[in-house]
């Protein structure tokens, strides 16, 4: 079955702390994105990539960091310079030919007290 | 201006009812068109992608309006399960296949 995981499904952390979100996909996709969901709200894009090694800041990168070593693989880490991380944190990917369309993993929901 | 705009909701129907939801975009260069579906707590799901000679999928209809950068879902004989929260969403490639997502339309069916 083709598609996204995203582990872990909830995590805990203190404040202070890195954190590491995991996000693979095997749809063969070269485009990958993070997006942060806050409560009732829209989702905010955090970091993308096209390709392999390449990836460019989103709307609200501060505070995050991301590596595109492997085509299937975008880790996302939350640093501790990120203000407000407690949030659901969502990985999608899309193909850049044919229907562009877009497709998101389960998500990670991070609490940070 | 957010470059989709949708009408939060919450939308509330009886059980059989027809509803229908409607989304603005304000870039005229965009160029392809989704409708999600969102659970509570859970990932956006692709509902249809919406073609420019609308598109219609069981009880589900889906137009776009390029004149007027307008996007609607049609939603017939509502079930139960349909309550949801509907996302809106546009894509732009300029050096990149962007996406922009609005804040979601709040569908609560009743019995």
């Known amino acids: 079955d083709g598609g996204i995981t995203q582990s872990p499904k909830y995590l805990f952390r203190k404040e202070g702390q890195n954190v590491t979100l995991s996000c693979e996909q095997n749809l063969n996709h070269d485009a990958m994105y993070w997006y942060r969901q806050d409560p009732g709200q829209g989702l905010r894009l955090i970091y993308y990539?096209?390709?392999?090694?390449?990836?460019q800041k989103g709307d609200i990168a501060e505070g995050y960091s991301v590596s595109r070593e492997k085509k299937e693989s975008f880790p996302l880490t939350v640093t501790s310079a990120q203000k407000n991380p407690t949030a659901f944190y969502l990985c999608a990917s899309s193909s850049s030919t044919g229907s562009y369309e877009q497709y998101f993993g389960p998500g990670t929901r991070l609490t940070v007290t | 201006r957010k470059e989709v705009e949708q009408d939060p909701g919450p939308f509330n129907v009886p059980e059989g009812a027809t509803v229908a939801f409607n989304c603005t975009y304000s870039n005229s260069a965009s160029q392809s068109f989704f409708w999600y579906r969102q659970d509570c707590r859970k990932e956006p799901k692709l509902l249809m992608s919406v073609y420019s000679s609308g598109n219609e999928d069981g009880r589900f209809t889906a137009q776009l309006n390029r004149a007027s950068q307008y996007i609607s879902l049609l939603i017939r004989d509502s079930k139960l399960s349909d309550s949801a929260t509907y996302l809106c969403v546009v894509n732009r490639m300029n050096n990149f296949n962007k996406f922009y997502f609005g804040s979601g339309t709040k569908l609560n069916v009743k019995p």
């Open positions: 990539s096209q390709i392999v090694n390449d990836f």
